[in-house]
């Protein structure tokens, strides 16, 4: 069956930095587009990034565009998301999705990323 576990979440300071992964499982990685996705408490979920099955083509949302990276290593089956510069609004749980865009039918457990001082 389909899996997807995301680990890397974690509190960190204004300004600063972390790295979440998307471990997959169940399917053909290397065939399918991969996304991140976030929910703040109180608020509607939100397509963060997305990457291309071959990695030709990344989407990065307008609040995260210049600070956040998204890859993916398709010998490892593995997504990732580096997060620079992280500021207080991207406290929310992030999930990780198979497909592109925030409507898969597949998604992990979530990880936690708190931004406080």
């Known amino acids: 069956q389909v899996q997807l576990v995301e680990s890397g979440g974690g509190l960190a300071q204004p300004g600063g930095s972390l790295r979440l992964s998307c471990a997959a499982s169940?399917?053909?990685?290397?065939?399918?587009?991969m996304s991140w996705a976030r929910q703040a408490p109180g608020k509607g979920l939100e397509w963060v990034s997305g990457?291309?099955?071959?990695?030709?083509?990344?989407y990065y949302a307008d609040s995260v565009k210049s600070r956040f990276t998204i890859s993916r290593d398709n010998a490892k089956n593995t997504l990732y998301l580096q997060m620079n510069n992280l500021k207080p609004e991207d406290t929310a749980l992030y999930y990780c999705?198979?497909?592109?865009?925030?409507?898969?039918?597949?998604w992990g457990q979530g990880t936690q990323v708190t931004v406080s001082s």
């Open positions: 999705l198979r497909g592109w865009g925030a409507t898969g039918n597949y």
């Open positions: 990457i291309t099955s071959d990695e030709s083509d990344t």
């Open positions: 169940g399917f053909t990685f290397n065939a399918y587009a």
